[in-house]
């Protein structure tokens, strides 16, 4: 089974292409093509298929390190837009894939960035999912003995954002899976913890769901500046740093979708035996 490795941001993924391959990952196949000892190492694996949907070029699959199949991942799907051109999948500027919680649009920039047209944000809580009454901005959460502010945004997967008066000595590690398996995100939820520098620059880290903490994560920076601006935080154009590099989203307001721009890389093409895919112990190349 070949597969190219790259990387948004050293957000890292395995992607197949599963429009010329016949390909079904199992948990177990997931888990072990993700290790970092024994197999090739990625927070996630994303499959292209062909779509299912008149409307879309491919259908866009992810798998988080753990075997969970999770419906969104914004530097993942700028990965993918840089994959399919690349493989010769499609010569489009602007790509329409379909994936578990809608679609996504994904354009090719003239500096090769990818911008990721990453839908409108849910803040319902019902939507998110996050088991509250009301909607607002901000919500108090208990987390042992500590009350927490947070914002509880849907960006096609659930996002808990906390403001931190420093990202470096935020408690990521400790904090972050606490809140992630939170019984009032009957889901789990991607944590961000967020310090404002100025209304047009914020800096971010993340824990990811099934993942732990990794060095970008798209669709929780578009959550974050979601929640800032509602927090009347942060202009509607931002630049956020992550521990892996920049992006640059855009959000409108309430009923706009959010936009985020940043690069893509190829690491290296590599084969992964089907065996292995199919459960076997052997290893990849």
Not at 115 to 129: E, F, R, S, W
Request: glycine share 10%; net charge negative; proline share 6%.
């Amino acid at each position: 089974m070949r597969f190219t490795k790259m990387q948004g941001l050293g957000n890292d993924f395995v992607i197949f292409d599963g429009v010329r391959q016949r390909i079904e990952l199992r948990p177990e196949a997931v888990r072990a093509i993700a290790d970092r000892h024994f197999g090739v190492g990625c927070d996630q694996i994303l499959l292209v298929e062909a779509a299912t949907s008149p409307n879309a070029d491919f259908r866009y699959r992810i798998f988080n390190a753990d075997g969970t199949e999770v419906a969104q991942c914004g530097n993942g799907a700028r990965c993918f837009a840089v994959f399919v051109r690349r493989a010769g999948l499609t010569n489009k500027e602007v790509i329409t894939v379909e994936t578990q919680s809608g679609h996504l649009m994904l354009h090719h920039q003239s500096n090769g960035e990818i911008t990721v047209n990453m839908g409108i944000p849910q803040l319902a809580p019902a939507d998110v999912p996050f088991r509250n009454n009301e909607e607002a901005p901000e919500y108090l959460l208990s987390v042992g003995d500590d009350t927490l502010r947070i914002a509880a945004v849907g960006m096609g997967n659930p996002h808990a954002v906390l403001r931190v008066s420093s990202v470096t000595d935020a408690p990521v590690a400790t904090l972050g899976p606490r809140i992630e398996t939170h019984p009032d995100f009957p889901r789990h939820c991607n944590v961000g913890f967020m310090e404002v520098c100025d209304r047009s620059h914020v800096q971010l880290r993340v824990w990811e769901r099934g993942v732990g903490e990794t060095l970008a994560c798209g669709s929780n920076a578009c959550a974050a500046i979601v929640a800032g601006i509602r927090w009347d935080e942060l202009d509607h154009a931002v630049a956020v740093t992550l521990p892996g590099g920049s992006l640059y989203i855009e959000w409108a307001g309430p009923g706009q979708p959010v936009m985020m721009t940043g690069p893509a890389q190829v690491v290296f093409d590599g084969v992964w035996p089907i065996s292995a895919v199919l459960g076997n112990s052997e290893g990849g190349s």
